[in-house]
């Protein structure tokens, strides 16, 4: 069972930076993963962030941005901002049509 | 306006059914794979199911294979989740969403499915 990897929980102070990172526990990510990244605050449905590793949905700020680092894709925001203060996740292609999501990371801005 | 609206869920008892649909508006859905993802209450998200742009191709995670069937009617723009032999572990907020470039694009509101004891 493939298992995504996040970090349970980050801060950030307003105008930070703050990487947040998506793994693999076996293994290590790859542009083939086509990682992509969620945010979702509460009572809200997911808005689509980032996708393909580094490409910006419509109408996402510039200040987040996706790589690869390392071993895993990382969610990069610059300027932390008090709403970005959100659930965050990441979501791996693993192949034959399967998807996982990781489990989440919860950023608190303060 | 790109638009999503789930609808169908509710409460359900052990071993029941259930078909959520997903009706798609303002984008040419026949052009989309389409998604289901869900989120059981307090959880994170995950996903269920997808369907290629003619229907051809399906997949499923496996906690669902064998139990659910995913569906698409593109001559009326909504995506399909037949639910069977439902388990108490499948209660969550049901959320479809189109694919683009591997990734969830646009997503909808989500409907509810409950479990029942």
């Known amino acids: 069972q493939t298992v995504v990897t996040q970090e349970s929980s980050f801060s950030v102070s307003p105008g930070g930076t703050v990487t947040l990172t998506c793994g693999l526990r076996s293994g290590s990510v790859s542009n083939t993963n086509y990682p992509s990244w969620y945010q979702q605050t509460p009572g809200q449905a997911p808005r689509t962030l980032i996708y393909s590793t580094n490409i910006r949905s419509s109408g996402v700020p510039d200040r987040f941005s996706g790589s690869i680092l390392g071993n895993k894709a990382a969610l990069t925001i610059t300027g932390a901002q008090a709403d970005d203060e959100s659930d965050y996740y990441c979501v791996l292609y693993m192949g034959s049509g399967i998807r996982v999501f990781g489990g989440g990371t919860k950023l608190t801005v303060l | 306006e790109v638009q999503l609206l789930e609808s169908g869920g509710g409460l359900v008892q052990p071993g029941g059914s259930l078909r959520l649909s997903c009706a798609g508006s303002g984008f040419t859905f026949s052009s989309y794979a389409m998604t289901w993802v869900r989120q059981a209450p307090g959880k994170g998200l995950e996903w269920v199911s997808s369907i290629s742009v003619s229907g051809t191709n399906t997949y499923y995670t496996d906690s669902v294979k064998g139990r659910f069937t995913i569906s698409r009617d593109n001559s009326k723009n909504t995506l399909f989740l037949q639910m069977n032999s439902l388990r108490a572990e499948d209660t969550a907020l049901y959320y479809c969403?189109?694919?683009?470039?591997?990734?969830?694009?646009?997503w909808g509101q989500g409907t509810m499915v409950t479990f029942s004891s």
């Open positions: 969403a189109t694919l683009l470039s591997h990734a969830f694009d646009v």
